[in-house]
């Protein structure tokens, strides 16, 4: 079955960075947009950055954009976050998720949650001084 797990959360102070990734099973998913979303405590899920399997397309949200690179590593089937800059709002569990098309997505930014069908367990990131 499908599987995406999540690893590389932790505790960081700001102006920090942390790699999340995301390891991919199951399936191929080579037509696949992958995301990352996030939730912080009391707060919704927040759509964070995503990216085009077939083709690497990245799309992030405007908090993030700059500071946050997504990539796909075809070889082991993995999602990668890098975190550069860390801020406090920037705490919270971050979800892997995948999914076939079609894809409803405004240009490379794919922020709906009905465009993924699988999500992994999240990784807790947690950014305080």
């Known amino acids: 079955q499908v599987q995406l797990v999540e690893s590389g959360g932790g505790s960081v102070r700001p102006g920090g960075s942390l790699r999340l990734s995301c390891a991919a099973s199951g399936r191929t998913f080579s037509s696949d947009v992958m995301g990352w979303f996030r939730q912080a405590p009391g707060k919704e899920s927040e759509f964070v950055a995503s990216?085009?399997?077939?083709?690497?397309?990245?799309g992030y949200s405007d908090s993030v954009r700059g500071r946050f690179t997504i990539s796909r590593d075809n070889a082991d089937n993995t999602v990668s976050l890098q975190m550069n800059i860390l801020t406090p709002e920037d705490t919270g569990v971050y979800y892997c998720?995948?999914?076939?098309?079609?894809?409803?997505?405004?240009?490379?930014?794919?922020?709906?949650?009905?465009?993924?069908?699988?999500w992994g367990h999240g990784t807790q990131v947690t950014v305080s001084s």
């Open positions: 998720a995948a999914g076939r098309p079609p894809h409803y997505c405004e240009g490379t930014q794919c922020k709906l949650r009905s465009n993924y069908d699988y």
């Open positions: 990216i085009f399997w077939n083709n690497g397309l990245a």
